[in-house]
């Protein structure tokens, strides 16, 4: 699998890291971060690894800043992006399994190493599950670039509180 690698300079240990993990998977490799340990405004990464990621160049990405949550963020505005921001092994394997994520977004300030391997791997390896999963993906597609008065939802649940 080929996966883009952005990071801040509040995740960079964590990405260097993962990157070094990756490769120990014989999975390719794209590193779009400078590397510098210069500051680096997170939304940078993000749209750079989204890019790869929209354009299909590559299979998935991983982005890495303090919390995961910026990085998901900016990468979620970019057509085909479905960013997921995992802190639990079942969110990992749940992104991918019922929303078809395919980015991974992780808190280098938040996620010891051990745990954020296990995450990875579990990213990489679950399989999205289709089925009543795929016109549920669609449907985020569908929005992508809209503008509220173009999206269409459908009636809101009543639901009685007696």
Known sequence: MKIALGA???GQKLKEELQGFLLELD????????????????PEPAH???LEVSAGRVDRGLLVCGTG???AMAANR??????????????????RAH?????????????ALGLARE????FLETPFDGGRHTPRVARIESTEGATRAEVELEPAVSRSTD
């Open 8 to 10: 801040d300079q509040a």
């Open 27 to 42: 999975h390719e490799v794209l590193n779009v971060s400078a590397d510098t340990g210069a500051h680096v405004d997170y």
């Open 48 to 50: 750079r690894v989204a």
């Open 69 to 71: 949550v910026g990085m």
């Open 78 to 95: 970019h057509p085909g992006v479905r960013a997921a921001n995992c802190t639990d092994l079942y969110t990992a394997r749940m992104a």
């Open 99 to 111: 929303n078809d994520a395919n980015v991974l977004t992780l808190g280098g300030r938040v996620i």
């Open 119 to 122: 995450l990875l791997r579990t």
